[in-house]
């Protein structure tokens, strides 16, 4: 256990619909990256938050935005969502130290499916 | 060219032998590097991180860096069958912070 949790575990939408996805951190680690992975792929950074400010962002449409909160929680949301969307996303917490060392904490998942 | 490449197997080793997994990357400036185990269904588990050339050993893992070759590798040595899963290489490139770009995975049997 990593202590990163996600929710919900699983979510099944239709195309066009929004969803949000949220993430707690461990203890004492400020900065979430979110990853999208597809099946059969590896994990797709798609973007990351340091003290609520997003910190870099991927290849991912601005349909895919996010948030941090002053507790360092975050939220993941998609908009008009596409049947491409259906993934595995992962939600990772690490410490924030901005030292290329840090090791990121994968939360278990939040497995979406669109319809 | 991929940014980090993995053989995708499956690769099937027996039980107590020596698995041998193999990444090579990009971007010559990248720092840190990872090795992340993912059972079907689970999410990505760390097993190792290097950072310098050389070897790292923790239990019956191995991790080697080779930053001229621009090449890591995980060896496991007396596998189990438990060590079945897709193993993702991860590296952290020289703009990072800790932006990971991973590899497809290389699914790993070990058969008993």
């Known amino acids: 256990e990593t202590g990163v949790t996600q929710s919900p575990t699983h979510l099944i939408k239709t195309r066009g619909q929004q969803v949000t996805l949220r993430c707690s951190s461990q203890?004492?680690?400020?900065?979430v990256s979110w990853y999208q992975q597809a099946l059969g792929q590896g994990p797709q950074f798609i973007f990351q938050?340091?003290?609520?400010?997003?910190?870099g962002r991927g290849n991912f449409p601005p349909r895919f935005s996010g948030l941090q909160f002053p507790n360092y929680s975050s939220e993941l949301n998609v908009n008009a969502l596409e049947l491409d969307d259906s993934a595995l996303y992962l939600c990772?917490?690490?410490?924030?130290?901005?030292?290329?060392?840090?090791?990121?904490?994968f939360g278990p998942g939040t497995r979406l499916l669109v319809l | 060219q991929k940014e980090v490449e993995q053989n995708s197997g499956p690769l099937s080793v027996p039980e107590g032998a020596i698995a041998s997994l193999n990444c090579t990357y990009s971007?010559?400036?990248?720092?840190?590097f990872f090795w992340y185990r993912q059972y079907s269904g689970k999410s990505p588990e760390l097993i190792m991180s290097?950072?310098?050339?050389g070897d790292k050993e923790d239990g019956r893992f191995t991790a080697q860096l080779n930053k001229a070759s621009q090449y890591v590798s995980l060896l496991i040595r007396d596998s189990q069958p438990s060590d079945s899963a897709t193993y993702l290489c991860?590296?952290?490139?020289?703009?990072?912070?800790?932006?990971?770009?991973f590899g497809t995975g290389t699914r790993l049997t070990i058969i008993p």
């Open positions: 991860a590296v952290n490139p020289p703009w990072g912070n800790e932006k990971l770009t």
């Open positions: 203890s004492g680690h400020n900065t």
């Open positions: 290097i950072y310098s050339n």
């Open positions: 971007d010559r400036g990248s720092q840190s």
């Open positions: 938050y340091y003290r609520e400010e997003e910190n």
């Open positions: 990772a917490s690490s410490p924030g130290t901005s030292s290329n060392q840090e090791t990121q904490y």
